[in-house]
């Protein structure tokens, strides 16, 4: 049987935007959002984070931190909330890198859907009742893509896209949100 998933973006969604993280110090959970992703939990839905992590491509910090980062995120989730995601696919790719082997113009970099479709080829998933939660309008651009529903949250970037970016875009949420966890809640409790 098919599951609704909510897919998040990470930076600027569940923790602090901080440009790049190329140290685990400069890992922050956002306000609620352990407390966010245990809703999910609670609720039936697949908690999916869906990340751009170019700075492995661009050579800022190696693949291992971001999986080091990962580890931290799901140690401070199930501390904080007893918060469980059920996976975290990333692209760490960008053409324009300097690493070899990670500058490449791929299929899984946002708004491209190759994130999903991993998602989807180890899921079950009802993409027509699933949805999407971000900070830009390139998770926006993704959610169209994909074929899910696209929820805008104003923290990270999003005060700035709703602002200056998403009115020229074709990509539009179906809900803007404070942060994460008003946007799950809006998602659980049936739009």
């Not at 935007?17 to 306000?31: A, D, E, T, V, W």
């Not at 899910?148 to 999003?158: I, Q, R």
Request: aromatic residues 8%.
């Amino acid at each position: 049987m098919k599951r609704a998933a909510v897919f998040l973006d990470r930076d600027g969604t569940i923790n602090e935007q901080m440009g790049y993280i190329n140290h685990p110090s400069r890992f922050k959970l956002l306000p609620g959002a352990a407390e966010a992703v245990r809703l999910l939990n609670d609720s039936g839905y697949l908690s999916i984070i869906v990340s751009n992590q170019s700075g492995v491509a661009r050579g800022y910090y190696p693949i291992d931190l971001v999986h080091e980062t990962h580890l931290l995120l799901e140690e401070k989730l199930k501390e904080q909330a007893g918060a469980v995601v059920d996976a975290i696919v990333f692209c760490p790719h960008h053409p324009q890198g300097v690493v070899p082997e990670f500058t490449v113009e791929c299929r899984c970099r946002k708004p491209k859907t190759g994130l999903m479709d991993q998602a989807c080829r180890d899921f079950h998933i009802d993409l027509g009742r699933s949805f999407m939660i971000g900070d830009t309008c390139t998770d926006m651009e993704f959610a169209r893509q994909g074929g899910v529903k696209g929820v805008l949250v104003k923290t990270g970037y999003g005060l700035g896209e709703i602002a200056y970016v998403l009115p020229g875009r074709r990509a539009k949420p179906v809900h803007i949100a404070d942060g994460l966890l008003d946007a799950v809640r809006w998602v659980a409790h049936g739009e």
